[in-house]
């Protein structure tokens, strides 16, 4: 029975891509009415540069946004997480959360607002240093319980050993809590790529995002090479969560030994 | 931790290579060059290729942006990091944009393709003697409908619409201006009208079409109507042109009473970084030959009098988007009623629909 209702839910949550995917193929031009199968849509894809350009920028700006924010994130889960005054590391964790669920409208207009007073001209850096902005308390969040996971008799251990402080942090702490480095640069980088509402605000002269320019097609109506697209993106999307899958398989701790 | 290094470095590496592809498309495309023009107008709202022969013919390379809301680009310029030559907004944030001195005056002396512009859509209230802005495109609201659903019924007058035998047909706008402005116009008043007499007079009336309303909707009226799940909406023209050319039972009508007159039109923001350009490409997009071309291509009514004589005659003789000059005398171009009177149509608007069949 359980299996049934799981199967069920699957299939709700999946039927809008495969439909969007399937007149992504549809000769007709429309999304109604399967007129025939084509692969015209692809193509008028890759000849449109200007979609290109932005899809590449799409990619380059969650890349390095969620590098950017992966390795500042390390350090503020190293931080909290040392924390000896349970008062203070729980300050810090609420107010980490508090970044999470403020609602991305809110952060976008305050970003908007600081690159005004400071005046940072709109386009790819501030759109980069607004990404990595809103990455970085989901990094922190994905790194902390792989932390408060490791024994602290694991580090006494191995400063026992003469271990150096720089010793401790990468060949103890860092291979330790690798998995949960890798969930919260994949976690970033989703979140990179589709957010639409902070990147609004902060996008301008000449540099847009995918998320922002479908939203300003979609009031004439999209054309089948916006579903084209998003079929590819997809598809890469997929790939991203398989090649999650096997790092975080090979990164399994195995009982208390620690890896180079 | 040698594992995370090489990954990072992976992904260094491969934003480096994706960097650099987006350089060398910008660069073949030549957006990286001195003398460009960046334009902000809607999304899918000019034909690519005027562009690329915009492009061709005077070595400037244009940045194409796109919006999807008056008030969203009025943000953007607004907030002055950003550098358009030239924006497209409509009427009424025209006149809001240069009340709050956010355009540039335009130097007609350098746009002698103006006069080709139909007088009748020159010197109008929201920008005299067009001093800011130069008219793109134009447009009514009226009513699409449906003769196949509604058994060969013709429609051609607000009035129609309170036929008892419409019952539970119509989407509405959710709109004041417009829902008021029908209201206003079906008994004869004009849709600026401020008179709080008259504005009650229409709101009762509008109370009396609940009975045949079907819905109060946004963007979605175009797949209702599309679809055919609904029979009649009130929509702007340029939806009505593209819910026309998806499903081919549906009409249109400018309704006989008068209606609103809308207007995209370009200006030149006050951020402008090359207004030499701007002024070249809006003098261009004046060509009527060149103005014809878009219009076939985007599908709204062109206000270029000679860019008519270039296009088909069906088109330019159809009278649901070029209509008659008897009934242009009677539409009106939405006038700003100051703070106190919109919010008093906003409140009259909230009250219609609440009012229960």
Do not use: C
Request: charged share 20%.
């Amino acid at each position: 029975m359980s299996r049934i209702f799981l199967v069920l839910i699957f299939l709700i949550l999946y039927a809008p891509i495969f439909f969007l995917v399937f007149y992504s193929f549809n000769s007709g031009g429309t999304m109604y009415g399967f007129k025939g199968f084509t692969l015209d849509w692809y193509k008028e894809l890759f000849q449109d540069s200007r979609l290109l350009i932005i899809v590449l920028n799409t990619l380059v700006i969650a890349l390095l946004s969620s590098l950017f924010a992966t390795i500042i994130g390390i350090f503020g889960a190293l931080g909290i997480h040392s924390m000896k005054k349970r008062q203070t590391k729980n300050t810090l964790l609420s107010l980490n959360n508090v970044l999470i669920v403020s609602p991305d409208v809110i952060i976008g207009a305050s970003f908007l607002i600081l690159f005004t007073m400071a005046g940072v001209k709109l386009g790819m850096f501030s759109v980069l240093l607004s990404h990595i902005a809103f990455s970085i308390p989901i990094v922190v969040l994905m790194v902390l319980p792989k932390l408060s996971e490791m024994s602290p008799t694991l580090i006494d251990a191995a400063r026992d050993l003469g271990a150096s402080r720089w010793n401790v942090l990468t060949k103890v702490v860092l291979p330790y809590i690798t998995p949960g480095i890798f969930a919260g640069f994949f976690m970033a980088l989703t979140y990179s790529l589709d957010d639409f509402a902070v990147t609004f605000f902060v996008t301008g002269n000449g540099f847009t995002t995918l998320s922002v320019e479908i939203y300003s097609l979609a009031r004439r109506g999209i054309s089948l090479n916006v579903n084209a697209l998003s079929t590819l993106l997809f598809l890469f999307t997929l790939v991203l969560v398989v090649v999650y899958y096997f790092i975080s398989q090979r990164n399994k701790p195995n009982g208390w030994g620690v890896k180079k | 931790m040698r594992k995370l290094v090489h990954f990072f470095l992976a992904i260094i590496l491969v934003s480096a290579v994706l960097f650099y592809t987006v350089s060398e498309l910008n660069n073949s495309e030549g957006y990286s060059g001195r003398n460009t023009l960046t334009i902000y107008n809607w999304g899918d709202y000019i034909d690519p290729q005027l562009i690329k022969r915009f492009e061709k013919e005077n070595g400037i390379k244009v940045i194409y942006e796109t919006f999807d809301s008056n008030e969203a680009m009025l943000t953007k310029i607004e907030q002055g990091g950003t550098t358009y030559d030239i924006a497209i907004p409509s009427e009424y944030m025209i006149d809001k944009m240069r009340k709050e001195h956010l355009l540039i005056p335009l130097d007609h002396s350098k746009l002698p393709n103006l006069h080709y512009i139909d007088k009748r859509f020159m010197d109008l209230p929201f920008d005299e003697d067009n001093k800011y802005s130069v008219p793109y495109f134009w447009g009514t609201v009226g009513i699409v409908y449906n003769p196949k659903m509604l058994g060969g019924k013709k429609i051609t007058s607000w009035n129609d619409l309170w036929d008892p035998g419409l019952r539970n047909k119509i989407l509405l706008i959710d709109g004041a201006r417009e829902v008021m402005g029908m209201g206003l116009n079906s008994i004869g008043y004009s849709l600026n009208d401020t008179n709080h007499a008259h504005l009650q007079k229409a709101k009762r009336k509008l109370d009396t079409l609940t009975p045949n309303i079907k819905g109060i909707v946004g963007d979605e009226s175009r797949l209702l109507l599309e679809n055919e799940e609904a029979s009649i909406g009130l929509v702007w023209s340029g939806v009505a042109s593209e819910i026309m050319s998806e499903n081919k039972n549906l009409e249109y009508a400018v309704p006989k009473e008068g209606s609103n007159l809308w207007f995209d039109n370009m200006v030149i923001p006050k951020t402008a970084k090359n207004k030499k350009a701007a002024h070249k490409f809006i003098n261009f997009m004046l060509d009527p030959k060149i103005a014809a071309k878009n219009a076939e291509y985007v599908n709204y009514s062109t206000p270029n009098k000679k860019a008519l004589s270039y296009m088909p005659k069906e088109t330019v003789n159809d009278e649901r988007f070029y209509p008659s000059p008897q009934l242009t005398e009677k539409l009106e171009v939405y006038q700003n009623l100051g703070k106190k009177n919109l919010a008093y149509y906003n409140e009259l608007f909230l009250e219609f629909k609440m009012h229960r069949k």
